[in-house]
């Protein structure tokens, strides 16, 4: 029997120790693989190598400064409530008092004038009152929501402009990089006109006038594709900003043409609805408020009630190290009604303030509607023009292409003179830059549309 215990004491040995280890690895792993989490999770947060618009978008609503302000303040707005509504908890205070009587108080007392008390005396005590009518805490019992939902409508505003102004920085990147690759193209086709050019000059088949137009066209390329170049960096600089980007890395744009091309379009019989836009909602909670404050002014007529209570040691000796030997408790408790009875003018004056600052109010939702109206009827105008820009630009820009095409055939064949070639080859990379001018201009028009629509997502 001993003997069999001795091997199943030495097998649970070796497995608690097979268990140990298998714990001990498996913890170095879960934190590794945590570690590694926890890092690639940082780095994709901070660095865009690929950024299409919605990832610049996505990234701009978490890093831009203004809207981490904004949401800072719904934080900050969500602490000033509570301490507000704190006000209708009891409030429970401790208090102290100690008094030395250099001469003691003097009284008249049965035609005489004596002098009465201690030296020393002392008060320890607990006092509580509790609200249950005060007109500033039920103030802010009935604007906690709407306090609430204007904080979160300045954090709304906000992402609408950092939507709005990333959108258009990125399509500014966009254009600049398609002219920059327009500008490449005609680079490429130019340093082959140039060497045709050239060998032809050479043989003698034509004189160096062509030669020498091809290298003024080529230099004249070269120098704009170095401005724009530069160019390019400024606004990739203007795009970081607006995104509020961390990592010292370049962005790496991503775009589907094709699908961007999709997107130009937009429904132009859309009616404006007020409520859809964030500032008419601004200003609706700012009414809701303006009336709160109206009526918190007329609740100045109304007493204020509360309760009270107190707890109370009192010491008195006239020797200091006898005072605290012996205390004389006292307790109380009972209403306190205060009842404002003239105050002047001051209520009658703050009620017409409350009235004039809601009129007020009313103008500015009218003049805001107005504006809304007048920023939809601009920005809807400037997209179809745009939009009938962009349509007739991309059938010019196919034009263009067919006519280069064809004539440099022609001018390979003998036929063109070199100088049909170079007005084909310029009107080529105009249609080109103007196409993309275009395409990018009615998307940034169609921003406008939609914010002026109150339809821009920002969630």
């Known amino acids: 029997m001993l003997p069999i215990l001795t091997i199943l004491s030495h097998q649970h040995n070796v497995m608690k120790k097979k268990l140990n280890l298998f714990l001990v690895c498996g913890g170095v792993c879960i934190l590794s693989f945590a570690a590694k989490a926890q890092g690639t999770a940082y780095a994709t947060d901070t660095v865009l190598p ?36 704190a006000d209708w908890y009891p409030q429970v205070n401790f208090n102290f008092q100690y008094d030395y009587y250099f001469k003691l108080p003097s009284f008249y007392f049965n035609g005489n004038v004596t002098s009465n008390g201690t030296n020393n005396t002392s008060t320890l005590g607990l006092n509580a009152t509790q609200n249950i009518f005060n007109r500033d805490v039920l103030l802010a019992s009935r604007t906690a929501g709407d306090v609430r939902k204007q904080a979160r409508q300045a954090t709304a505003t906000d992402k609408i402009d950092v939507v709005v102004n990333v959108s258009k920085a990125f399509y500014d990147v966009l254009l600049t990089q398609q002219q920059i690759d327009v500008l490449a193209d005609d680079i490429r086709r130019l340093e082959r006109n140039l060497k045709d050019a050239y060998n032809q000059y050479q043989g003698g088949l034509v004189d160096k006038t062509d030669y020498k137009r ?11 594709k170095k401005t724009d170049e530069e160019a390019l960096k400024a606004k990739y600089a203007l795009l970081k900003q607006q995104m509020g980007y961390l990592g010292n890395e370049n962005i790496q744009l991503v775009y589907d043409s094709v699908q961007m091309e999709g997107t130009v379009y937009l429904d132009t019989l859309a009616v404006v609805d007020y409520n859809n836009r964030i500032e008419y909602q601004t200003l609706m909670t700012q009414k809701r408020l303006e009336l709160a404050n109206l009526q918190y002014n007329k609740w ?30 006292n307790s109380y408790a009972g209403l306190q009604l205060t009842f404002p009875i003239f105050q002047g003018t001051r209520r009658i004056q703050n009620i017409r303030i409350a009235e004039l600052q809601v009129q007020r109010v009313d103008w500015d939702i009218i003049s805001l509607k107005s504006v809304i109206n007048s920023q939809y009827e601009q920005a809807l105008a400037t997209y179809k023009s745009h939009l009938n820009e962009y349509y007739l630009l991309r059938e010019n820009l196919a034009l263009a292409r067919d006519v280069f095409n064809t004539i440099e055939l ?3 064949s003998g036929i063109k003179a070199y100088l049909d070639l170079i007005t084909a080859e310029t009107d080529l990379r105009t249609a080109q830059s103007n196409y993309s001018n275009a395409l990018f201009q009615v998307l940034s028009s169609k921003l406008d549309v939609e914010r002026a629509l109150g339809t821009i997502n920002y969630r």
């Open 410 to 412: 022609q001018y390979r």
């Open 300 to 329: 100045s007529y109304l007493p204020t009630l509360s309760a009270v209570g107190a707890y109370n040691f009192s010491y008195l000796n006239n020797q200091f190290s006898k005072l605290y030997s012996q205390d004389y408790p």
């Open 214 to 224: 091809a290298t003024i066209s080529l230099n004249n390329s070269k120098a704009e």
């Open 50 to 85: 690929n950024a299409t618009l919605q990832t610049c978008i996505s990234y701009a609503l978490r890093h831009y400064p203004l809207v981490q302000q904004a949401l800072l303040d719904e934080r900050i707005t969500e602490h000033q409530i509570r301490s507000r509504l």
